[in-house]
């Protein structure tokens, strides 16, 4: 096997690092070479010792979505007010020429066909919309 990956420990490091320990759970003074492991063993030690509260993601999802209301929103709502005239503009210049070149592609029972496809799909889409504004 190869220890080539393997992190070699340092014998003096690992030495100031207990002494940091020791020192943060005595209540000692640390050495100057230990002054920052003492900081991490008492940041360490004074982590609180139980999990979150109950209905701590609840809470938080409570305030986000209170949060939510915000600006962005408001940009959301502006940038598809912009999707769909920009949308609207295009169907509008080229609407014609893409319906001619499928119509002419597929032919017009096919178009026909797709027409009741699409309607089909929107009429489902519509029913399930107004089925989630019912709950």
């Known amino acids: 096997m190869s220890t080539a990956d393997e992190p070699r420990i340092d014998p003096e490091e690992w030495q100031a690092?207990?002494?940091?320990?020791?020192?943060?759970?005595?209540?000692?003074?640390?050495?100057?070479d230990d002054v920052d492991y003492l900081r991490i063993a008492e940041a360490i030690?004074?982590?609180?010792?139980?999990?979150p509260p109950m209905r701590f993601a609840r809470d938080v999802a409570l305030r986000i979505?209170?949060?939510?209301?915000g600006i962005e929103r408001w940009v959301s709502r502006v940038l598809l007010a912009v999707?769909?005239?920009?949308?609207?503009?295009?169907?509008?210049?080229f609407g014609p020429a893409w319906w001619s070149?499928?119509?002419?592609a597929t032919g017009t029972a096919a178009v026909g066909w797709m027409m009741v496809?699409?309607?089909?799909?929107?009429?489902?889409w519509l029913a399930g919309c107004w089925r989630r504004k019912q709950r």
Do not use: F, M, W, Y
């Not at 999707?83 to 210049?93: E, Q």
């Open 83 to 93: 999707l769909a005239i920009a949308a609207l503009a295009v169907g509008t210049l």
């Open 45 to 51: 030690a004074s982590a609180p010792q139980r999990g």
């Open 65 to 69: 979505a209170r949060h939510d209301a």
């Open 101 to 104: 070149a499928i119509e002419q």
């Open 17 to 32: 690092q207990e002494r940091g320990r020791r020192a943060a759970l005595s209540g000692q003074r640390a050495g100057p």
């Open 117 to 124: 496809g699409a309607g089909c799909v929107s009429l489902s």
